[in-house]
């Protein structure tokens, strides 16, 4: 049943002062754009020559990996190394926060214009700044696989929804 009591609908006008309220609030959107790029590159430059030869001086030279299984260890490799990174960082983050013991906490005093602890912003940013580096390692350092397109449909899209959930709060 479609409720259509005018006080509880969300209306266009709502919507559209929201969006107007957020980016009048938000001075810093373009410094924010420039550290996510930066953890983008930062990232790229830690997982090429970094993991990549730390994987391939400590763990094949020394017959840990097959070196058949070189490319694909690499990449799945340092996909559970920064998944786990981030979610100890976020496990730390809602833990600190008591999130889990009190989850309506998160909504209390709810305002477009209260910020983002800047725990929660910084995986925000290094996230984002993750799936950008992955629409880039698909194509550049990754080996192309029947699924690579399907990949990028994924990084851009998640890309997007974690981009919105950030700014429209």
């Known amino acids: 049943m479609i409720d259509k009591n005018p006080s509880t609908c969300i209306r266009y006008d709502d919507f559209n ?7 009048k609030n938000n001075d810093d959107y373009q410094r924010e754009m420039v ?3 930066a953890f983008a590159i930062i990232i790229t430059l830690i997982r090429k020559p970094l ?3 730390f994987i391939r001086n400590i763990l094949i030279r020394n017959g840990y990996v097959l070196a058949k299984n070189e490319r694909k260890f690499i990449e799945s490799g340092w996909s559970f190394s920064f998944y786990t990174i981030t979610t100890i960082m976020a496990a730390f983050i809602i833990n600190g926060n008591d999130f889990l013991n009190d989850p309506i906490r998160i909504f209390a005093d709810y305002r477009i214009e209260r910020p983002i602890p800047a725990t929660i912003q910084y995986l925000y940013w290094l996230e984002i700044g993750y799936y950008l580096h992955s629409i880039y390692a698909v194509y550049f350092i990754n080996s192309w696989k029947y699924d690579s397109i399907v990949m990028v449909i994924h990084h851009a899209v998640t890309l997007f929804l974690l981009s919105f959930s950030y700014w429209a709060r």
């Open 51 to 53: 993991w990549t030869n």
């Open 17 to 23: 002062n929201g969006l107007k309220l957020l980016f």
């Open 35 to 37: 550290l996510i790029i």
